[in-house]
């Protein structure tokens, strides 16, 4: 049987939202967070990480997920780490003991890891703050390598036609 791992779903994403984690298994499994079920499952010796969602409400969709893990340190005391990829660096926030695993620190954290992914956007953008594109580029390319590919790929297609 192939391990999933537990997704936390907020259900608003309005001043009050109400967030679960959605365990594998039946919808009666699920458990509401800053509750005592949720901090008697963080505590489990079977639960070691979580996938929290990280909103972005500016233009009203998910833009991933957060990775929140619990590790083990020299001292024999857990503790929560967030983790989230931003193009090929790996972000790592420290979130504490399970008694202060909370949805709002949660939530603060994945604002955090978007304001991380907004400004390395931000950092690949020109003087004026707009990325340089040309109609068809590919994602990083950056517009003299387009221009080439362009021209290896006409020069290509007069020669087939000649």
């Known amino acids: 049987m192939a391990r999933t791992t537990p997704t936390v779903?907020?259900?608003?994403?309005?001043?009050?939202?109400?967030?679960?984690?959605r365990l594998p298994g039946p919808p009666e499994q699920d458990i509401e967070l800053d509750t005592p079920n949720w901090q008697?499952?963080?505590?489990?010796?079977?639960?070691?990480?979580?996938?929290?969602?990280?909103?972005?409400?500016?233009?009203?969709?998910?833009r991933g997920f957060m990775t929140v893990r619990k590790e083990r340190?020299?001292?024999g005391s857990c503790y929560w780490v967030a983790y989230r990829r931003s193009g090929e660096r790996v972000?790592?926030?420290?979130?504490?003991?399970?008694?202060?695993?909370?949805q709002q620190q949660?939530?603060?954290?994945?604002?955090?890891?978007?304001?991380m992914d907004v400004s390395a956007v931000q950092g690949e953008m020109g003087a004026e703050g707009q990325k340089e594109?040309?109609?068809?580029?590919?994602?990083?390319?950056?517009?003299e390598r387009e221009?080439?590919?362009?021209r290896v790929k006409w020069s290509h297609r007069t020669v087939q036609l000649g």
């Open 9 to 21: 779903w907020v259900s608003c994403w309005g001043t009050a939202p109400r967030a679960e984690v």
């Open 40 to 62: 008697a499952w963080l505590e489990g010796p079977s639960t070691f990480s979580f996938a929290y969602p990280i909103y972005d409400g500016r233009v009203g969709y998910i």
């Open 73 to 75: 340190r020299e001292r």
């Open 91 to 102: 972000r790592k926030i420290y979130l504490g003991r399970t008694a202060h695993l909370t």
């Open 106 to 115: 949660l939530a603060v954290t994945a604002e955090r890891f978007l304001a």
């Open 133 to 143: 594109v040309m109609k068809g580029q590919i994602g990083g390319a950056s517009l």
């Open 147 to 150: 221009a080439m590919m362009r």
